[in-house]
């Protein structure tokens, strides 16, 4: 049996929406994003079927096989993502280390032991003046008036905890 007699009977229409259908999925597979070019590429799958069904019961029908067939491969899948066989694109492998010239947030470790002047009542969190610069701060527990004056005792990523100095 020739290829031109397999096809003799399909109409061009759902071979083009097979075929880019197909290729949706797989671009949805290796560039994952909002789901795009997989619901496009799914909608592409279930016109072909659509397309090349004589009737519409026979439509629904091949559309339950394939949402079925879909649910196996999202399984399947579900199964390689839990075993850690993800793709290499989809995974950083590498820390972005302080050492290495990375912050995620400004270095306020130099402002442990300076004192400064409450701006604002802090409680538990207000604003301290340090030599000019205006820092959001976390009091270590108290309650601390306007104008009082504070030391940072601890320094925890962007979050400065201060005291006040008697």
């Known amino acids: 049996m020739a290829l031109t007699d397999l096809l003799s009977g399909v109409d061009w229409?759902?071979?083009?929406?097979?075929?880019?259908?197909?290729?949706l999925l797989v671009v949805e597979m290796f560039d994952p994003g909002f789901g795009l070019w997989g619901s496009?590429?799914?909608l592409s799958l279930v016109s072909?079927?659509?397309?090349?069904a004589d009737t519409v019961?026979?439509?629904?029908?091949?559309?339950?096989?394939?949402?079925?067939?879909?649910?196996?491969?999202?399984?399947?899948?579900?199964?390689?993502?839990?075993?850690?066989?993800?793709?290499?694109?989809?995974?950083?492998?590498?820390?972005?280390?302080?050492e290495d010239g990375y912050s995620g947030t400004e270095d306020l470790d130099s402002y442990?032991?300076?004192?400064?002047?409450?701006?604002a009542p802090c409680r538990p969190v207000g604003n301290a003046d340090f030599d000019g610069v205006k820092l959001e701060v976390v009091s270590s527990g108290d309650f601390i008036e306007k104008g009082s004056v504070v030391e940072v005792?601890?320094?925890?990523?962007?979050?400065?905890?201060?005291?006040?100095?008697?």
């Not at 072909?48 to 090349?52: A, D, H, W």
């Not at 439509?59 to 993800?86: C, P, R």
């Not at 442990?112 to 701006?119: D, F, N, Q, Y």
């Not at 601890?154 to 005291?163: K, L």
């Open 112 to 119: 442990v032991s300076k004192t400064g002047i409450i701006m």
């Open 40 to 42: 496009l590429g799914i």
């Open 13 to 23: 229409l759902s071979i083009v929406l097979f075929v880019v259908g197909i290729g």
């Open 48 to 52: 072909c079927i659509f397309v090349t």
């Open 57 to 98: 019961g026979e439509g629904i029908m091949l559309t339950v096989i394939f949402a079925v067939i879909l649910l196996i491969m999202l399984f399947i899948f579900i199964i390689l993502v839990s075993n850690g066989k993800l793709p290499n694109r989809l995974i950083l492998r590498e820390a972005e280390k302080r």
């Open 153 to 166: 005792i601890e320094v925890e990523g962007n979050r400065v905890v201060v005291r006040s100095v008697s």
